[in-house]
DNA sequence: GTCTATAGCTTGATAGAC
DNA sequence: GTCTATCAAGCTATAGAC
């Protein structure tokens, strides 16, 4: 036996997994145990914290994924239409075409104020003011660029709503391929 | 005392609050019975088949909303951006102006196939369906009116999403007031 | 680092008095 | 129709062996 069962890397996927699809409340230690092949106890002794800690450092994995994966490319070099169609991709990849839920949507219910609910806020906020800037460079006024990036997460949210409520991923792909209109029209 | 403490609209119309604050398993009995003033029995005596039962009840009756306050508007009589303003103004209205989440989001998680899944999935589907009617009875093609009708489900759902998140209802009230161009541009 | 076993609480649900 | 009291099962979390 190796000295973990499961690496890392491979526990936070899955963790990520079961909290997306089950929301916070719905992610029960049992389905946890299961999706990740650890008993309870092993689980505790990763984090300490219990589902609060797993639940955060779910969120912590997903803020560097947006850091590097969405809003680094999203500032960097090229045209601005370039950087988003980059982004796309990444957005492509990472809700598996449509089929996985957005964990700012699975872990943002339940009304009491929280750290989790904070990380989220955080996440959505650095991610439309990435959008608006990439617009704001390309020419189109502060205001509208903030309205263009908000209506950008709105399609992409929702788009992932559809899409689980539905079966239908369609709507969220063509509002991935959508995007730079979204945001760049003027 | 009266025969019932609670009447059967204002305890759904509690009901429907809890669901769609903490979706299904973040709504426990606890709450419920906190939120609408009865104990857990005398819930039971009301809807015999439990929390499931109670869902279910709460759909049916956001189904009869879509249906007198959605639907039909839709299809009846008056221009077509009447009718979808009208649509608006009632969705201003059910959702507080962006500060409650939509069930169809809330009641959605999980995978299991369930009576409450189809439940939610009928009641997109049939939305989705009416609002791209209109845009054809305006004059858009058909292709185009079926992609609209999902760009402003998914702008409203993701504005809720969105609304949730950041305690912003702003996107979500400006893409009701955007509505008509949204469905009908042509 | 993982496990079995268990503690203690909360859950959904029921029985029976009023 | 509502209540108190209670149940078994599930929950989160912990103790301690290997």
Same mark, same amino acid.
């Given at each position: 036996?190796? @000295?973990? =069962?499961?690496?890392?890397? &491979?526990?936070?996927? *899955?963790?990520?997994?079961?909290?997306?699809?089950?929301?916070?409340?719905? #992610?029960?230690?049992?389905?946890?145990?299961?999706?990740?092949?650890?008993? *309870? #106890?092993?689980?505790?002794?990763?984090?300490?914290?219990?589902?609060?800690?797993?639940?955060?450092?779910?969120?912590?994995? !997903?803020?560097?994924?947006?850091?590097?994966?969405? $809003? !680094?490319?999203?500032?960097?070099?090229? =045209?601005?239409?370039?950087?988003?169609? =980059?982004? !796309?991709?990444?957005?492509?990849?990472?809700?598996?075409?449509?089929?996985?839920?957005?964990?700012?949507?699975?872990?943002?219910?339940?009304?009491?104020?929280?750290? @989790?609910?904070?990380?989220?806020? &955080?996440?959505?906020? /650095?991610?439309?003011? /990435?959008?608006? =800037?990439?617009?704001?460079?390309?020419?189109?006024?502060?205001?509208?660029?903030?309205?263009?990036?908000?209506?950008?997460?709105? $399609?992409?949210?929702?788009?992932?709503?559809? #899409?689980?409520?539905?079966?239908?991923?369609?709507?969220?792909?063509?509002?991935? !391929?959508?995007?730079?209109?979204?945001?760049?029209?003027?």
């Amino acid at each position: 036996m190796p @000295i973990t =069962k499961v690496k890392d890397e &491979e526990l936070l996927d *899955r963790l990520t997994d079961v909290f997306r699809t089950h929301g916070f409340e719905g #992610a029960s230690l049992s389905r946890i145990s299961e999706a990740t092949g650890l008993q *309870r #106890a092993s689980l505790y002794h990763r984090f300490p914290g219990g589902k609060e800690e797993m639940a955060q450092a779910v969120l912590e994995r !997903a803020g560097q994924w947006l850091g590097n994966r969405v $809003l !680094a490319p999203l500032s960097g070099p090229g =045209k601005p239409a370039d950087r988003i169609r =980059k982004m !796309a991709h990444e957005l492509h990849l990472f809700y598996g075409g449509g089929k996985h839920s957005c964990l700012l949507d699975s872990l943002s219910f339940g009304f009491e104020e929280s750290t @989790i609910k904070r990380h989220v806020r &955080e996440g959505m906020g /650095a991610w439309v003011e /990435a959008l608006a =800037k990439v617009a704001r460079e390309a020419g189109v006024s502060p205001k509208k660029a903030r309205q263009q990036a908000q209506d950008a997460i709105s $399609l992409l949210q929702g788009g992932l709503v559809m #899409a689980r409520v539905l079966n239908d991923t369609g709507p969220f792909e063509r509002t991935l !391929a959508n995007l730079p209109h979204v945001i760049l029209n003027n």
